[in-house]
């Protein structure tokens, strides 16, 4: 879905640097939410935000950390990236007023990230 | 917490035939949402189909339906002429509706293969 957007697509770090994931969305929606897919485990949440001041941790969010930009900027940080953070990054967005279904996310494409 | 089991990793089909994709929960909530998501190799997630759990009636879209079963906390995906484009992971996903809390718990998906 081009409304929303991701960068960089695909990135390759090493052990301990810092890194910095970007999601931009052009739908408007309020709510931005950040997942993380590893083969065989599906997608699992790591952090979420109902909004620019509303910022909320999910279900694996040790070693990660989020900025809130904008409405429109959600930013997913690795302060000190390790291997087993090398998997599929999503980043997603919803809408909960009436004039669109509450319940549907829509997913950026995703960043494929290899920490060495 | 809700957990989504899919129990079939892996299932092909023959273009044009009908296959079923199953899915179970497990949840104490009785107002949630129910989703299936589909992966093709570029990794896009795309909505497929989604039920809400307070209606009876089964969700369905173009050549994608469910059999939801609220007793028993299932909801299967069938696809109905299958073609070579339907080769994907599909992800059930569950929501619960409670005071705005929109967090997507998925299950480890079923990929499914398409052939000729």
């Known amino acids: 879905d081009a409304d929303v957007t991701q960068t960089p697509r695909n990135r390759i770090t090493k052990t301990g640097k810092r890194i910095m994931l970007e999601c931009s969305q052009t739908?408007?929606?309020?709510?931005m939410y950040w997942y993380r897919q590893d083969p065989g485990l599906g997608l699992r949440l790591i952090y979420y935000s109902f909004d620019v001041k509303d910022i909320n941790k999910g279900e694996i969010s040790d070693g990660y950390s989020v900025s809130r930009q904008a409405q429109a900027k959600f930013s997913l940080s690795l302060e000190s990236a390790i291997p087993n953070q090398t998997a599929l990054y999503f980043c997603?967005?919803?809408?909960?007023?009436?004039?669109?279904?509450?319940?549907?996310?829509?997913f950026g494409p995703g960043t494929r990230l290899t920490v060495l | 917490a809700q957990t989504v089991t899919q129990s079939q990793p892996e299932m092909s089909v023959q273009e044009a035939e009908t296959v079923t994709l199953s899915c179970t929960y497990d949840t104490s909530e009785s107002n949630y949402y129910l989703f299936w998501y589909k992966q093709p190799p570029s990794r896009q997630m795309i909505l497929v189909i989604r039920?809400?759990?307070?209606?009876?009636q089964n969700a369905t879209e173009n050549r994608f339906s469910v059999n939801f079963q609220k007793a028993a906390k299932s909801f299967s995906l069938k696809i109905s002429d299958s073609q070579l484009g339907d080769t994907a992971m599909y992800f059930c996903a569950f929501m619960k509706k409670r005071g705005g809390s929109e967090k997507l718990v998925f299950g480890k998906g079923t990929k499914l293969t398409v052939n000729p």
């Open positions: 997603a967005t919803s809408d909960p007023t009436p004039t669109t279904p509450p319940d549907t996310q829509y």
């Open positions: 739908k408007g929606h309020d709510r």
């Open positions: 039920q809400e759990a307070y209606k009876q």
